[in-house]
């Protein structure tokens, strides 16, 4: 092929003769030794060189596929398997959302008042999404706390903005409609729902028994379901990671709230997340509290939990 392009190159000379410059011997030598990349590029950009009449632009061709070879290719994300998503049914009802005197003396203003609220019927995630779970729809593990037990550890490290793009990965794997419950859903669900007996801590009198926080957890997540479930059966709501919600954030959007399933309000800049984390004081562990960022922020302590309608 070496002696094909350089035959070529002579006999295209020897046929025009110019007045202008010759082309370089050693200019069509560096061609074709990129053949050895791919002689079909280094055939064109030669010939396209000639007939420019200019040895720098026969350079310029080679080393330009040589370039183009050595780019490594964009990597490319296949799904491992459908993940199994162990969901359970909320009966819808009304409820008191916001904070209470029973969920300690720490409320914030955005999460007053109290006001009533009815939710339909919805289904929840009994967990929240393991970094298994992600990993076999997206390809790849982002969380920060991926060693040990790390497949059945929450995943974290991932943005609102992410959780969109898994969601719809998943429910083309599945033919499912999941998407993130709303906040009025999620506190319904944290309480218990209609089965809920009032207790301070997602059904329970004492905090230690259903939720990694900052005294118990030793400053790192735990694998989901190691606590006590609430009266609904759903484990983590309270500790271990925050979790995104489908609401924008208003801090006063408790005093507008729709009674009947609201969504949160149309616009905004910060999207809500629920639950405290592994690293949360005892005080903010409520049902009630609220927390919100931007859709793209990322953090080991934040995580998320499906929902679906049906």
Same mark, same amino acid.
């Given at each position: ?24 011997? *050693? ?37 330009? $596929? ?22 359970? &049914?909320?009966?819808?009802?009304? &409820? ?39 990993? *076999? $729809? ?27 793009? &898994? ?104 999207? $809500?997340?629920?639950?405290?984390? &592994? ?22 302590? $934040? ?8």
């Amino acid at each position: 092929m070496f002696r094909k392009v350089t035959l070529l190159l002579a006999c295209a000379l020897c046929v025009s003769l110019p007045a202008g410059p010759s082309v370089d011997p *050693s200019a069509v030598d560096t061609a074709a030794k990129a053949g050895a990349v791919d002689s079909s590029a280094v055939d064109s950009a030669a010939a396209k060189a000639v007939a420019a009449d200019s040895a720098t632009a026969v350079d310029t061709a080679a080393a330009q $596929v040589r370039k183009a070879e050595k780019t490594p290719p964009v990597p490319k994300i296949h799904p491992i398997s459908n993940p199994d998503i162990d969901m359970v &049914f909320v009966k819808g009802g009304k &409820f008191r959302m916001g904070c209470q005197n029973l969920d300690g003396s720490g409320c914030l203003s955005d999460e007053r008042p109290r006001h009533e609220v009815k939710v339909g019927n919805f289904f929840i995630g009994r967990y929240p999404v393991t970094q298994k779970q992600w990993a *076999s $729809v997206m390809g790849i593990n982002p969380s920060n706390f991926a060693g040990g037990d790390w497949a059945d550890m929450p995943v974290e490290q991932i943005s609102w903005n992410e959780v969109q793009e &898994f969601i719809k990965r998943l429910n083309a794997m599945t033919g499912r409609k999941y998407r993130l419950p709303t906040e009025a859903e999620w506190e319904y669900a944290s309480r218990g729902g209609a089965s809920g007996k009032g207790e301070q801590f997602s059904g329970h009198r004492f905090l230690d028994d259903i939720a990694w926080y900052d005294y118990n957890s030793g400053g790192q997540p735990h694998p989901v379901g190691g606590k006590q479930p609430n009266e609904l059966g759903l484990h983590d709501m309270i500790g271990n990671v925050w979790e995104w919600v489908g609401d924008w954030y208003d801090k006063n959007y408790y005093r507008e709230s729709h009674i009947n399933n609201p969504k949160g309000p149309r616009l905004g800049a910060e999207r $809500v997340y629920r639950g405290a984390d &592994f690293n949360s004081a005892e005080p903010n562990c409520r049902n009630s509290i609220r927390n919100f960022n931007k859709p793209g922020y990322r953090a080991i302590n $934040v995580g998320f939990r499906l929902a679906r309608t049906q």
